[in-house]
């Protein structure tokens, strides 16, 4: 799960609505993407004032989770655990910690397992940094402020996440959207993250900001913890895991 701020043109007559921390306007996309690089739910027309958490508190997903109807899988123990944990998105410092909701350990002086909880996580929350990198690079309306009113911005934003996932949805559409060494490759041999050259030639810092981050407190440590444990524990630990913390 993740989310960018959409620049586009100061909407006529909306005084501060749509003015981000950044100083310019935007509209917000919030983005759940599955494994195979597409969007599996879109928000997109929050205004750019509201504040990080507030995002994510605007949107239907947010009302789906908080009253049970998402129907996510219950929750099971990892292997060799005996702990039941729950199913959850994985994000970062722009969401709050929730039981549906994980993010890294604080990055600053952390011990050797935290940090290895904190690689682990970023590994699967390099997909969706990927997919908004994939977006900006092929779909150039992103790469300069969208100049339309603001419905006009959403519906234009919304075609993008589409045509990305209809792109994506055969090997004939997608080996030629996704141009060679567009996305982050990890090598088989040292497990060494190759950036794609979406990296190499630039989100557009000023047209596709990030949420703004700020620390959370965290009331859904027990989880986290748990899977700190699997992740050291022989079932669950991958042995190039130490090189790279």
């Known amino acids: 799960m ?5 620049v586009m043109q100061a909407p006529a007559n909306s005084g501060s609505y749509y003015y ?9 996309l919030l983005a759940v993407v599955d494994a195979e690089y597409k969007f599996m739910y879109v928000d997109v027309g929050c205004n ?31 292997p060799g655990q005996t702990q039941p944990v729950p199913h959850f998105f994985v994000a970062d410092d722009a969401f709050a ?38 977006i900006a690079n092929r779909f ?28 994506m949805s055969t090997q004939a559409s997608w080996s030629s959207y996704l141009q060679p060494r567009l996305l982050d490759t990890e090598n088989t041999d040292s497990h060494e993250v190759q950036s794609g050259t979406w990296r190499e030639e630039g989100m557009p810092a000023t047209n596709l900001l990030q949420l703004q981050r700020r620390p959370h407190p965290s009331s859904q440590n027990n989880t986290r913890d748990e899977f700190r444990a699997f992740f050291m524990s022989p079932q669950g630990e991958i042995t190039w895991q130490y090189k790279h913390t």
């Open 97 to 134: 910690v929730r039981h549906y909701i994980m993010k890294p350990y604080p990055f600053k002086d952390q011990p050797a397992p935290n940090r290895i909880f904190n690689y682990r996580l970023s590994r699967a929350r390099r997909i969706v940094e990927n997919v908004f990198g994939v």
């Open 2 to 6: 993740d989310g960018k701020h959409i």
């Open 140 to 167: 150039l309306v992103l790469r300069k402020p969208i100049i339309q009113n603001p419905q006009s911005t959403v519906n234009i934003v919304l075609a993008v996440c589409v045509l990305h996932n209809f792109l």
């Open 20 to 28: 981000n921390y950044k100083g310019t306007f935007s509209t917000v």
């Open 48 to 78: 750019g004032r509201v504040s990080d958490g507030g995002v994510f508190n605007t949107c239907s997903l947010y009302e789906a989770l908080e009253s049970g109807t998402t129907k996510l899988p219950p929750a099971i123990p990892l």
